[in-house]
């Protein structure tokens, strides 16, 4: 089949871990005969210093006609200090969720065993951890009105949400709950906000319909606390905008990196698949970042097209790395594996392999598997 994606690599790492992604695909592509062809247009920093603009008409154009986005990072460091700066980084992806209206925003997060000594956090508390999180993407605080007075001494922000809203993405938790093990967790903060009892209303409303899924509510700040005292609780995590946010950074302490997570972005006609990490300016053209969560984002983004043997192939590859110690150095100090050599070992070992390489995940321990 032929698929043409978008690629938007952005700032700082993100063309370097992005250059793996394609890489990874264009292997699935030979491997299964698919055409995949790569168009590439600016987005954050790099577009306004080219065009003045974060989003250059061009690039939504582009991702528009496209069957799915694959996205870098987005960021630098010298529009972070300068608060009165007229056009920022950031403003290209939040207008690209919107226009492209990616309400849903899922981030997986697992505990690799191979991994499990990496985490801060006790082995004993994060094994067996799978959850992932449901953030909704193009409404609450993000995108609600923003004021700041003629004297640049008051400020606010609005958070707004309506039914309709929450209502969509509620359904694609609860669907993706069943296909997992059927608990939906909504993250809140109902005990302050009308926002979040408007969110409890609907959710327990939409829940109607999936009687198999267990619901359960949890204000922020707990959320917070149990996603480190024990997060294997967890199977879907459903939340609003900024809520969502700040705790998907959090689960990335679990697999030991955040150079891990992969994220996937949404809506009724559109897909966009990018890693939950930032831009990592200091990390830029130094070949030390970590391009698993970007070749993951390129795992959710076969899988978006409907490629899921493809998708569990790459995945696969993926694990086998990890299980190999064919990492980078934010997985293992002083690794001699660059985000070249990862992306390299990852797409070899597709080449390699083929689709034999996919097998049964649960038999991964390393030198158990199939194919070491
Ligand atoms: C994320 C990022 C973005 C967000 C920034 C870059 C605007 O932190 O995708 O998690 O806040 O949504
Ligand atoms: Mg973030």
Known sequence: MNFKIAVLPGDGI?????????????VVGDTFEHNFTFEEAPVGAVAIDKTGDPLPEATLELCK????????AIGDPKYDNDPSARVRPEQGLLKLRKELGLFTNIRPIKAYTSLIDRSPLRPDRIKNTDMTIYRELTGGIYFGEKKLNEEGTLAS????????????????????????KNKVTLV??????????????VVTKVGESYPEVELDFLFVDNAAMQMILNPSQFDVILTENMFGDIISDEGSVIGGSIGLLASASVGDKHGLFEPVHGSFPQGKGQNIANPVASILSAVMLL???????????LDCAVTIAIEREIVTEDLKPGSRFG???VGDHIASLLADEGDKICFDPENI???KSTII
Do not use: M
């Open 14 to 26: 993100g063309p370097e871990v992005t250059e793996q992604a394609i890489k990874c695909l264009k």
């Open 65 to 72: 006609n496209s069957d799915a986005v694959l996205f870098g």
């Open 157 to 180: 922000d609005l958070c707004e949400y309506s039914e309709k809203e929450i209502e969509r993405i509620a359904h694609q938790a609860f669907k993706a709950a069943r296909t997992r």
């Open 188 to 201: 809140d903060k109902a005990n302050v906000l009308e926002t979040s009892r408007l969110w409890r209303k």
């Open 303 to 313: 899988e978006y097209l409907g490629l899921n043997e493809e998708a569990h192939a």
């Open 339 to 341: 985000t070249k050599e």
């Open 365 to 367: 321990e390393y030198g």
